[in-house]
Nanobody, 128 residues
């Protein structure tokens, strides 16, 4: 895979949970950082969570702290986002991305890194 591929999105009720998966393939092992981002209709893209792969430090947007958890699997070259207690302001397209490689979409800076390789996204909807 030349780019990450996200899956696991869907429709849940408020307070529900989803787990997003990202198959990062060749962009994963040499990345300095990996992360999840989201963009809702009419809003700009924002960082949600990331991992600095040099020291394994995790970062979260204030709006998701205590509810979302980012993790990785180096063998599977995968990135995950566990989302609990989903709220009405969480719906968006969620993107997985890696930083520090040779991707040509180096267009977003988050927690010390420029992210340059992006997936197509997966839709998350929260509705009663």
């Amino acid at each position: 895979q030349a780019q990450p591929v996200e899956s696991g999105g869907g429709l849940v009720q408020p307070g529900g949970s989803l787990r997003l998966s990202c198959a990062a393939s060749g962009s994963f092992l040499n990345a300095y950082a990996v992360g999840w981002f989201r963009q809702a209709p009419g809003k700009e893209r924002e960082g949600v969570a990331s991992i600095n792969r040099q020291d394994n430090m995790r970062y979260y947007a204030d709006s998701v702290k205590g509810r979302f958890t980012i993790s990785t699997d180096d063998v599977k070259r995968a990135v995950y986002l566990q989302m609990n207690n989903l709220q009405p302001d969480d719906p968006a397209i969620y993107y997985c991305a890696t930083a520090g490689g040779a991707g040509n979409d180096r267009n977003f800076y988050y927690k010390g890194f420029w992210y340059d390789t992006w997936g197509q996204g997966t839709q998350v909807t929260v509705s009663s």
